[in-house]
């Protein structure tokens, strides 16, 4: 099996910074991707950032500039490096990783449990 666990929510005030990290354990053979999500009360899930293995990452433009998205393939984890962060950031994120268990196998899609990021004003 496979899980993703995430860490690093909490609250903070607008203009701060926060970190998040999103490791993969269990049977992993190959992460084509990585990335986040979030989702604010009433709205959407959107798609925040992601880093395709080998290819540059992709930002939503409403963090364009603010977040990065680094990643540690020796550990299997993905951050979400967030800066000048606004009230409007405030909501549930969540990773999600494209990891094939086995050379042959499909790849399948993984979700961290999410946790809560909270930008006061």
């Known amino acids: 099996q496979v899980q993703l666990v995430e860490s690093g929510g909490g609250l903070v005030q607008a203009g701060g910074s926060l970190r998040l990290s999103c490791a993969a354990s269990?049977?992993?053979?190959?992460?084509?991707?990585m990335g986040w999500y979030r989702q604010a009360p009433g709205k959407q899930r959107e798609l925040v950032a992601a880093l395709v293995s080998g290819g540059s990452p992709n930002y939503a433009d409403s963090v364009k500039g603010r977040f990065t998205i680094p990643r540690d393939n020796a550990r299997n984890t993905v951050y979400l490096q967030m800066n000048s962060l606004k009230p409007e950031d405030t909501a549930v994120y969540y990773c999600y990783a494209a990891i094939r268990q086995r050379p042959i196998a499909p790849e399948t899609q993984y979700w961290g449990q999410g946790t809560q990021v909270t930008v006061s004003s």
């Open positions: 269990g049977s992993i053979f190959s992460i084509n991707a």
